[in-house]
């Protein structure tokens, strides 16, 4: 089954406008109506080249008119050990270099498995030997943001999370720039900005958090994958919004924060995978914008509009995000502001 696109559905705005309570309401709410309303309406930008190369990263980056200012994080997976598919340091160069960043990370909260302890990034030691191996360290400043611990900061959606555990070497930072690899992910369905921004930020102990609804603020492996903690999938994705935008908030208080999309390589496993499923579909493009809910909106839209050719089969990885509810993530951002379904797409090639 298809997930969607969004259509902007006006009849049904209206119609919701229409029962807002008695006609005997007074200006200010009136106008407060209208208000909402026009914001509802509103469609956030998200643009889109084919050149996938670091010439294209720049093009897109500069097209956002958001110029990285001060200490400037690049929050990015480098990849499992063994993963081929994660956004190569060749790939990235030039951005980072435009922007003087630092590529930031945070361990994970699992092992590879018995026999893959090189390939472990569950520890800072075992992390920073395959950072170096993929090539980054040679090239960038490298910083895991947890090794040396973790700190709290606000969420505005409390439905799971009273706050969200990131590495506390974010407080180093005054802008990030949130460089997603879009693809599958076994739990989430699908990862995007909006993973990156928050499983991708937390620490160890925020990650057990954010899969466990909340009900995890220490890491607990041998209770972490339990049902007892992970029983509530929709509650994880929702958690996963609220740690989004917590990160969203704290960079917006500072200097800013964007979000590019990277759509090649698109297993249905993540980068997190140390031997992912079989790459399906071809390379897209990159897209990018100051929304991250119509980013990853607009990423999913495209793989619902792929067409199934002999090089070119979008199948395994929307059932995927359909098994998972993955479009749910994107919904409860939306839902608690983070930022809005209704896009427009701008092709700066053309």
């Not at 993929?134 to 706050?163: A, C, N, W």
Request: glycine share 8%.
């Amino acid at each position: 089954m298809r997930t969607k696109p969004i259509i902007i559905a006006t009849l049904s705005l209206l119609l919701a406008v229409g029962c807002t309570g008695p006609s005997n309401k007074s200006q200010t709410d009136n106008n407060q109506t209208t208000d909402n309303m026009e914001n509802t309406q509103k469609e956030s930008v998200v643009y889109l080249t084919k050149d996938i190369s670091p010439e294209g990263l720049v093009n897109i980056y500069k097209a956002l008119g958001v110029p990285a200012k001060g200490r400037v994080a690049i929050k990015m997976s480098t990849g499992e050990g063994s993963n081929p598919n994660y956004l190569k340091p060749e790939l990235i160069k030039n951005l980072v270099f435009e922007v003087d960043g630092t590529i930031v990370e945070c361990n994970t909260a699992y092992s590879s498995g018995p026999g893959d302890e090189k390939d472990d990034r569950n520890n800072s030691a075992n992390h920073w030997k395959v950072i170096e191996r993929h090539g980054f360290t040679p090239m960038f400043k490298v910083d895991i943001m947890d090794e040396e611990g973790e700190m709290r900061i606000p969420v505005q959606d409390s439905t799971h999370l009273k706050y969200d555990i990131v590495g506390d070497h974010m407080a180093n930072y005054d802008f990030m720039i949130a460089l997603n690899h879009f693809k599958g992910h076994p739990m989430g369905g699908y990862g995007g900005a909006l993973k990156n921004l928050s499983i991708g930020c937390a620490s160890r102990n925020g990650k057990a958090y954010i899969h466990s609804s909340g009900k995890m603020e220490v890491l607990d492996m041998g209770k972490l994958w339990t049902q007892e903690y992970i029983g509530n999938q929709d509650g994880f994705l929702e958690s996963m919004a609220a740690a989004a935008q917590a990160v969203v908030d704290y960079f917006q208080k500072k200097e800013g924060i964007i979000y590019i999309n990277v759509m090649n390589n698109m297993s249905i496993d993540c980068d997190c995978v140390d031997h992912p499923a079989p790459v399906k579909l071809e390379d897209y493009g990159i897209l990018a914008s100051t929304d991250p809910v119509a980013l990853d909106q607009a990423c999913v839209d495209i793989i619902n509009n792929q067409e199934v050719t002999a090089t070119n089969d979008p199948t395994d990885l929307l059932n995927r995000i359909d098994k998972q509810h993955g479009v749910h993530t994107i919904e409860h951002a939306e839902a608690i502001g983070l930022g809005s379904r209704k896009y427009t797409i701008v092709n700066i090639d053309k």
